[in-house]
């Protein structure tokens, strides 16, 4: 079993700052990518920002320049460092996964249970 929470959502104003962070636990051998997506009411969710094991990161055009991922990899944890916060930020970020539960074992996907982030105008 493998679980991903999520903490530090949570509301400020526009123009403030925010960090989520995301613990990853269970049967894991190697994390391949970790990532933070959104969704907002009466939205599809969507890819905010990706990172590889070696680092390597990708962002949405809407957050880059504001945001930063950054991750852990001896302690299998994500952040997202949110800057510059707007009201369209607003939604609920969940963490994501790319792992290896075991040696030689498939890649599997695996998502956290989200965390509300409300950005006040």
């Known amino acids: 079993q493998v679980q991903l929470v999520e903490s530090g959502g949570g509301l400020v104003q526009a123009g403030g700052s925010l960090r989520v962070s995301c613990a990853a636990s269970?049967?894991?051998?190697?994390?391949?990518?970790m990532a933070w997506h959104r969704q907002a009411p009466g939205k599809q969710r969507e890819l905010v920002a990706r990172i590889s094991r070696s680092g390597r990161a990708n962002y949405a055009d809407s957050v880059k320049g504001r945001f930063t991922i950054s991750r852990d990899n001896a302690k299998n944890t994500v952040d997202l460092q949110m800057n510059s916060l707007k009201p369209e930020d607003t939604a609920v970020y969940y963490c994501n996964a790319a792992l290896i539960p075991y040696v030689a074992g498939p890649t599997l996907e695996y998502w956290g249970q989200g965390t509300q982030v409300t950005i006040s105008s």
């Open positions: 269970g049967s894991i051998f190697s994390i391949v990518a």
